[in-house]
């Protein structure tokens, strides 16, 4: 027998003083009945003159004394006997005890009725699934067919289900729903109440991903330069051994070859940092304009050396949001870089930051008013992309021109770095191009409100 078990049984079993007074409760129904028994036979003994009527009276007093002292001890003893038990066998909870025990559970946990309304949610219920209001559905809250019926087999009585669930919007997520009865009493009645305690897989199922991606990743853009390493290698130690000058030239592709491949394990390392986090929202403000500015003085070496002027249109207030300084500096950084790689033809690049009302984004933007979004565009003036390109730019490894993409040192992951990083801010990137033209990337983002209103 288990430890826990054996802690039930001496939980279930009572003391030797509690046994002591169970057996005299057994046995009082009996007692009662044999008094009144011996009373009414005194009396009939008094009446047909066999015993005396003051013994006969003095007889039927006992006996009606020993049963109200029998009938007190009942009520006495009562409360030392076990709680009773619902008619499944499970002792009933207090309910005001299950919400204070699922209020300090760090993962989301929801106790619903019998009909599957809500009568609690408790703080990582409201912080993961969104708000959560008494006496709604599980199924408003929750739109995952697989729990609404687990949850419905429950309520009717079932065993526990344990059930995995993947919600798409506004990003994937993964989840494992634990669904158990929780009985309890409502005033005098018996209402049997449903625990949801869920266990966010999110980091788990995007740590296997992110091992799979990287591998299959890794093992087909590191084919190619390590494939060039080893050849110029066995050259070197073979029929170049004593050519300097094809030594020279060589060591110098293969500098170039380790170089490529470290900023390709760097990209790929980053991706898999910012997709770890993608379905964990930022807290923190920073300001937009004041970034711009800093990345736009931190390029303006690389530019210079590809003879391109960078402009800056950016407001002398601040442009708040809710972002991670470190990730939204490496999204505005890619898109420049970007610029400067392939639209330096046109000799210059416009960084502009502004503050946008609801109107000039898409008509399914959420939050109203005016000052709601802020908008940062990265615009050159050089050749331009093929409209056909457009949908695929921000695909790993996709790249337009792959030989001018690798003579730049390009990777073909740095707009999918900042599609992810857009994707943890819940903002999104619009791409336009007309060839000769140029190109433009928009990035849109959700304004802070409480800095606004400060």
């Known amino acids: 027998m288990t430890d826990e078990a054996q802690s039930r049984t001496r939980l279930a079993a009572p ?6 007074v169970l057996a005299l409760l057994r046995l009082m129904p009996q007692t009662r009945a044999t008094l009144i028994v011996i009373a009414i036979f005194l009396a009939l003994f008094a009446a047909a003159g066999l015993v005396p009527w003051p013994f006969a009276l003095l007889a039927g007093a006992a006996a009606f004394a020993a049963a109200v002292v029998t009938q007190v001890g009942a009520e006495t003893v009562r409360p030392l006997l076990p709680a009773a038990r619902n008619e499944a066998g499970v002792k009933p909870v207090d309910p005001d005890l299950s919400v204070e025990m699922s209020r300090h559970i760090p993962d989301p946990c929801v106790i619903l009725d019998q009909g599957s309304r809500i009568v609690f949610a408790n703080g ?4 993961s699934i969104g708000p959560v209001d008494a006496g709604q559905p599980i199924s408003f809250v929750l739109r995952a067919p697989q729990v609404t019926e687990a949850v419905a087999s429950v309520a ?4 526990p289900v344990v059930v995995t669930y993947l919600e798409k919007v506004p990003i994937d997520r993964w989840f494992e729903a634990h669904v158990a009865a929780l009985p309890g009493r409502v005033g005098d009645g018996f209402e049997r109440r449903v625990l949801v305690y869920l266990r966010d897989l999110t980091e788990a199922q995007r740590i296997e991903r992110m091992r799979a991606d990287f591998v299959a990743n890794a093992s087909h853009e590191l084919r190619t330069p390590l494939a060039s390493l080893v050849g110029f290698i066995e050259t070197l130690q073979g029929s170049a051994r004593n050519d300097a000058a094809a030594r020279d030239r060589f060591l110098d592709i293969m500098a170039q070859q380790c170089g490529r491949m470290s900023r390709l394990i760097s990209d790929l390392m980053s991706l898999s940092r910012i997709e770890l986090r993608a379905h964990v929202l930022p807290e923190t403000t920073i300001d937009m304009a004041a970034l711009v500015r800093h990345v736009a003085d931190a390029l303006q070496p690389i530019a210079a050396d590809s003879a391109v002027a960078l402009n800056i249109e950016a407001p002398d207030g601040t442009l708040p949001v809710r972002g991670d300084h470190d990730e939204m500096t490496q999204v505005v950084q890619n898109l420049v870089e970007n610029a400067i790689k392939y639209g330096h033809s046109g000799k210059r690049i416009v960084i502009r930051a502004e503050r946008i009302t609801v109107d000039d984004v898409a008509s399914d933007a959420e939050a109203p008013g005016p000052g709601d979004h802020i ?3 990265v615009r050159d003036f050089g050749p331009g992309i093929a409209p056909e390109h457009l949908p695929r730019l921000t695909e790993r490894f996709y790249r337009v ?3 001018t993409s690798r003579e ?3 990777t073909g992951l740095g707009l999918a770095i900042v599609k992810h990083i857009l994707n943890r801010h819940r903002g999104r990137l619009e791409i336009s191009s007309e060839q000769g033209n ?9 304004a802070a409100r409480d800095a606004l209103d400060s």
């Not at 990582?124 to 912080?127: D, P, R, S, Y």
């Not at 009717?156 to 065993?159: F, H, L, N, V």
Request: zero cysteines.
């Open 401 to 403: 021109d792959i030989a």
């Open 438 to 446: 140029g190109a433009e990337f928009i990035v849109v983002l959700t």
């Open 15 to 20: 003391g030797p003083r509690a046994a002591g």
């Open 375 to 377: 908008r940062i565009s």
């Open 156 to 159: 009717a009585g079932g065993d």
């Open 124 to 127: 990582a219920a409201q912080k």
């Open 408 to 410: 730049k040192g390009g």
